[in-house]
């Protein structure tokens, strides 16, 4: 049945993806803040449709942290699950991410109108500089950053290093961090294709004040707490292999 469920979720989600591709050349057309509004509804379709066909639902811990202005989420990367639901727990926003996922067919056409800041990782100093810049220009024009310091996804249980790039930016542009911690991994594995039923948690925590910070200090206690957070909403026995092979 859990497999059933997966196919029918993915089977809407290939749906909906072609009903936001439709409307590409009208979205692209529109202010950025109306054609986000536009694109968000994929997220909002895609995770209802995975609650009622695969039982996986979610909670959000710590709304009140949310800031009033413009600030720099650092979250954990587990999952494809938080890439969708962050679109609707946080302001109009935009990403840090790969450059590479901008080429993938129908899903990176409607990436690029959310004018992420794209880097090549493999550029060193020059895609530092290009977090720097553009998310900073980001930030000036209202719109949220996401930043998954680990810059990859990680199995639960398991912890990756936290690149500093986000947290530059942070000491440079001077916007407030917010770190955000969940458990999305444990019901939607990384390379897995069926959903595990259950309650996703997603907890944020109280902002980080950057201004006058260095980067080290600031990247320090958002890592502290975002994995001190993860030992507390962490609910899987299984070890982080078991996880992966769910499907």
Not at 67 to 73: D, K, L, N, S
Not at 107 to 136: C, H, M, N, S, Y
Not at 178 to 204: D, S, Y
Not at 206 to 216: L, Q
């Amino acid at each position: 049945m859990l497999g059933l469920r997966a196919t029918l979720f993915y089977t809407g989600m290939v749906l909906f993806t072609l009903m936001e591709v439709a409307l590409l050349p009208i979205t692209m057309l529109l202010p950025y803040r109306l054609r986000y509004r536009v694109i968000v509804q994929w997220a909002r379709a895609t995770l209802w449709w995975l609650e009622l066909t695969c039982g996986l639902g979610f909670r959000v811990e710590g709304r009140e942290h949310i800031p009033e202005g413009t600030a720099i989420v650092f979250a954990k990367h587990q999952s494809a699950w938080e890439t969708i639901a962050m679109q609707m727990i946080f302001p109009v926003q935009t990403w840090v991410l790969k450059r590479e996922l901008l080429f993938i067919p129908l899903f990176g056409w409607g990436l690029a109108l959310t004018r992420p800041v794209a880097i090549d990782r493999k550029a060193g100093k020059k895609a530092l500089k290009q977090v720097i810049e553009q998310g900073t220009r980001r930030l000036s024009e209202g719109l949220w950053l996401i930043i998954f310091p680990e810059g990859t996804r990680v199995a639960p249980g398991e912890r990756g290093k936290y690149a500093v790039g986000g947290a530059l930016l942070a000491e440079k542009s001077g916007y407030p961090v917010v770190p955000v911690a969940h458990n999305a991994g444990e019901f939607w594995p990384k390379q897995g294709f069926i959903k595990r039923p259950g309650v996703i948690t997603l907890a944020i925590g109280p902002i980080i004040e950057t201004r006058g910070r260095k980067a080290s200090v600031i990247m320090q206690e958002a890592e502290a707490w975002i994995e001190g957070k993860m030992a507390e909403i962490t609910t899987s026995d299984l070890p982080p292999a078991a996880l992966e092979k769910t499907d």
